[in-house]
T-cell receptor, first 115, second 111 residues
Framework: EAQVTQNPRYLITVTGKKLTVTCSQN?????MSWYRQDPGLGLRQIYY???????DKGDVPEGYKVSRKEKRNFPLILESPSPNQTSLYFC??????????????FGPGTRLTVL | DAKTTQPNSMESNEEEPVHLPCNHS???????IHWYRQLPSQGPEYVIH???SNVNNRMASLAIAEDRKSSTLILHRATLRDAAVYYC????????????FGQGTTLQVKP
């Protein structure tokens, strides 16, 4: 089944404790992206990757890192999480980034709470 | 980025058609109109997209105004499973691939 998977689905952590949220897709998509969703602010793009070893900042990249060593994986790294990073995170992928007709496929979400 | 305007919420009865409107008066000639929806506790999922002509797929229909300044997502027979937030999004040639989600329309379906 074609899908985007994220782990963990739920995470409660403390300020400053490094964490990684994994994202994997099995559709051989070139483009992958991370969004965060907050009440009243909607979904906002954090980082995106157009292909292996190519990543770039989205609208809200502060406090996050990403890497794209393999086509299928795009982990989101919080080196020193803070309470303002408490949010619902979604990973997405699509065949390419430039296609105006490309469909983006979203993962199930990771609910992160930073105490 | 071109913006879209949608009603905050709408209600429908089960098995009746639902018409979800979207205004995009600043749309450019090369923007595609996409619709995504987000079911409770899930990630957004693609519904349909179009450029100028009306479009149909197994999930819904998309009616696009002749001047392209508005569009309507049509669910032909709403089910309880269609209760979700529906987002109307314009996609241009931006090389970030970013989807710009507005507040969307929360659709309630009553049995």
């Amino acid at each position: 089944e074609a899908q985007v998977t994220q782990n963990p689905r739920y995470l409660i952590t403390v300020t400053g404790k490094k964490l990684t949220v994994t994202c994997s897709q099995n559709m051989n998509h070139e483009y992958m992206s991370w969004y965060r969703q907050d009440p009243g602010l909607g979904l906002r793009q954090i980082y995106y990757s157009m292909n292996v070893e190519v990543t770039d900042k989205g609208d809200v990249p502060e406090g996050y890192k990403v890497s794209r060593k393999e086509k299928r994986n795009f982990p989101l790294i919080l080196e020193s999480p803070s309470p303002n990073q408490t949010s619902l995170y979604f990973c997405a992928s699509s065949l390419s980034q430039a296609g105006r007709t490309d469909t983006q496929y979203f993962g199930p979400g990771t609910r992160l709470t930073v105490l | 980025d071109a913006k879209t305007t949608q009603p905050n919420s709408m209600e429908s009865n089960e098995e009746e058609p639902v018409h979800l409107p979207c205004n995009h008066s600043t749309i450019s000639g090369t923007d595609y109109i996409h619709w995504y929806r987000q079911l409770p506790s899930q990630g957004p999922e693609y519904v349909i997209h179009g450029l100028t002509s009306n479009v149909n797929n197994r999930m819904a229909s998309l009616a696009i105004a002749e001047d392209r300044k508005s569009s309507t997502l049509i669910l032909h027979r709403a089910t309880l499973r269609d209760a979700a937030v529906y987002y109307c999004i314009l996609r241009d040639w931006s090389n970030t691939g970013k989807l710009i989600f507005g507040q969307g329309t929360t659709l309630q379906v009553k049995p």
